[in-house]
C-alpha cells in the first residue's frame, strides 16, 4: 500500500495504490502514520519525500471504506476521524523535513496531506479539491493543516463551493510552493529543493519546524476533540446520509438542483 526508498539521505514515501488514485485505507493510513513516526527519528534520513505512484497523488478516502462508514455508530466514526487526524498530525509534526511532490490529483485527505508537507511542489496538470460539502459533510479533520496553509479567506471559498481547482490556484492560495511543467520538470525541482535543504542543520531544521507551529499554530490537542466530532455528527445528519447515499449511487443528491457531477464520480475516490 505503501513504498518506502532510500536515496542519498533521502526517504521516498510512495501511495501506492495507482489503479485506485491511491485513496486511503485505514491500513494505508497506519503504514503512512507508523512510516512518518520511525523515519523522523531515524537519524541517517535527512529529508522525506512524500508522493503517490501512477497519475493520482491522492483521491482521499477509499470508496469502500467510504461505504462501510456510512453504517458505522458515531463512536466509529470519531475513532476513524481520530486516525485520519493522527496521520495528519504525524505528518505536520515530522522533525525531518517533508517534501511533498505533488504528482497528479489531490482530493479530500489528499489536500490534508499536501498541506502537512513543508515544502510542496506540483505538476502542473494536477487538479484540487475539497469537495467535502457536496457530500453533506465538511473537511473537518483536516481542516486545522489546511487552514495553517491557505489561511481563513481562502478556505471559506473552498470548503464552501468544494470546487476542483488547478495547481497554479493551489500556489497563489499558498497550498503548494513551486508548479512544474511535467513530470521531468517535477523531479528536478524536487532534486532541487532536496539540495537547498541537505545544507542546514538536521538539528536546527527541527528546531525550526517546532518554531513555526508554536508561534503560528493551534490547541492540536483541542482541535483534535472539535474537528473529530464534528465530522461524526455531519456523518450522521440527514444530508450527511444524503450526500453518502447518492455518491455511491452515483446520483445527484436532493440539494443540487441540477448539473451533473457523474465525470467527476467515476474514480469513485473522495475524502474527508
Known sequence: MIEISFHDGAATVALNRPEQHNALTQEMMLALHRAFQELGGD???????????????CAGADVNMMRAEADNTFDQNV????????LMAAVDACPKPVLGRINGAAIGGGVGLAACCDIAVAVERARFGLSEVRLGIVPAVISPFVIAKIGSSAARELFLT??????????????????????TALDERIAERAA?????SPMAQAAAKALVS???GGDLVAQRRYTTRLIAECRA???????MGSFLEKREPRWQAGGSEN??????QEAR
Request: glycine share 16%; aromatic share 4%; proline share 2%.
Open 43 to 57: 537519524p541517517a534520513v535527512r529529508l522525506i519525500v512524500l508522493t503517490g505512484r501512477g497519475r493520482s497523488f
Open 79 to 86: 475513532a476513524n476521524a481520530e486516525m485520519i487526524f493522527d
Open 162 to 183: 468544494g470546487e476542483r481547482f488547478t495547481a497554479e490556484h493551489a500556489r497563489r492560495i499558498g497550498l503548494v510552493h513551486h508548479v512544474a511543467a511535467d513530470e
Open 196 to 200: 537547498e535543504l541537505r545544507q542546514g
Open 214 to 216: 508554536r508561534i503560528a
Open 237 to 243: 445528519s440527514a444530508d450527511g446520509r444524503e450526500g
Open 263 to 268: 465525470g467527476e464520480r467515476g474514480t469513485g
